[in-house]
C-alpha cells in the first residue's frame, strides 16, 4: 500500500478504520477489520477535540488581552517618560501609543463579534 494511504488512515477522527493491506484480503472478508464498538468509535474521541479547540481559544483571548495590556502599559511609560524629560524622542511616543491603540481596538472588536455570536446563540429556538 503506498505511503498516502497509510499517513490518511493516521489523521485524527479515523482511528476506528484500518487501511487495507492489499487487493488480497478483499477476497477474504474475513480478514477485513471491523469498526471497533461504538464506546471506542470516532464519536466519542469528538468532545475532547472540541474542548481542546475551545481551550486553545481561550488561550488566545487570555493572551491577546495580556498583550493588550502590555502594550497599555508600555504606553504610559513613554508618556511618563517623556513628561519627565527621561526622553525627548515624539517617535517613540506616538509608536507606543499606536501600538497600544490599534490592539485596544483589535481586542475590542474581537469582544464585540463574541458578544454578538454570544446573542444569536441565546436567540435561537430549540
Known amino acids: ?3 498516502t494511504a497509510i499517513d490518511i488512515m493516521n489523521k485524527p477522527g479515523l482511528n476506528g478504520l484500518s487501511p487495507l493491506s492489499s487487493a488480497k484480503s478483499l477476497a477474504d472478508p474475513g480478514k477485513l477489520t471491523m469498526l471497533r464498538p461504538y464506546s471506542e468509535s470516532i464519536l466519542k474521541d469528538e468532545p475532547e477535540e472540541k474542548n481542546a479547540s475551545f481551550d486553545s481559544l481561550l488561550d488566545s483571548a487570555m493572551k491577546m488581552i495580556k498583550e ?3 502594550y497599555s502599559n508600555e504606553a504610559a511609560e513613554a508618556e511618563l517618560s ?3 524629560g527621561i526622553t525627548n524622542s515624539t517617535h517613540e511616543l506616538q509608536v507606543a501609543q499606536m501600538k497600544a491603540n490599534v490592539s ?3 481586542t475590542v472588536a474581537v469582544r464585540n463579534a463574541v458578544m ?3 446573542k444569536e ?3 435561537l429556538q430549540f
Open 116 to 118: 454578538d455570536a454570544y
Open 121 to 123: 446563540i441565546m436567540q
Open 104 to 106: 485596544l481596538q483589535y
Open 82 to 84: 517623556y513628561a519627565m
Open 1 to 3: 500500500m503506498n505511503t
Open 68 to 70: 493588550t495590556n502590555d
